[in-house]
């Protein structure tokens, strides 16, 4: 199996990432801002 490489979040995601909350978060960007990941990040928390 292919594992990605290892990612680095950047201070935005940082900010969602270290303050999670209860409920549904509406994460909103462009293409490729990286909101997968930040969500990821979340839900692994």
Do not use: D, N
Not at 6 to 19: G, M, R
Not at 27 to 37: F, N, Q, Y
């Amino acid at each position: 199996m292919k594992t990605l490489a290892q990612v680095i979040p950047t201070s935005e995601q940082l900010a969602i990432i270290s303050h999670p909350r209860a409920g549904i978060q509406l994460i909103k960007g462009a293409a490729g801002s990286g909101k997968t990941t930040t969500a990821s990040y979340v839900a692994s928390e």
